[in-house]
């Protein structure tokens, strides 16, 4: 079991940078053998994907981040982080923690854990 937990949503203007972070408590596995993304559902939207990071550090991005966004992982605290910059009014949504041990993707119906999201908003 997993159980994530993420952090530092609010409210803020185009522009502007926040950094979402993902706590996991594990009850078994290491944290550095998941797979930890981040995805994003707004309103009347599907959940869509935004990043991933694998074991190795790897990442990919959606492309509508790309070069705005960075995921990042800090195995020793047993975290993951999404710096993101530039904020537009689009990147308004519920963002998501997820992990999976065994698949390196974007589809997010693959993930088995879950965080409870944070909310992000973006005003013009």
């Known amino acids: 079991q997993v159980h994530l937990v993420e952090s530092g949503g609010g409210l803020v203007q185009a522009g502007d940078s926040l950094r979402l972070s993902c706590a996991a408590a594990?009850?078994?596995?290491?944290?550095?053998?998941?797979?930890m993304g981040w995805f994003r559902q707004a309103p009347g939207k599907d959940r869509e994907f935004v990043a991933y990071?694998?074991?190795?550090?790897?990442?990919y991005y959606a492309n509508s981040v790309k070069g705005r966004f960075t995921i990042s992982r800090d195995n020793a605290k047993n975290t993951v982080y999404l710096q993101m910059n530039s904020l537009k009014c689009e990147d308004t949504a519920v963002y998501y923690c997820?992990?999976?041990?065994?698949?390196?993707?974007?589809?997010?119906?693959?993930?088995?854990?879950w965080g409870q999201g944070t909310q992000v908003t973006v005003s013009s």
């Open positions: 997820a992990a999976d041990q065994y698949y390196r993707g974007t589809d997010f119906h693959e993930y088995d854990y």
């Open positions: 594990l009850s078994r596995g290491t944290f550095t053998s998941y797979t």
């Open positions: 990071i694998r074991w190795s550090d790897s990442t």
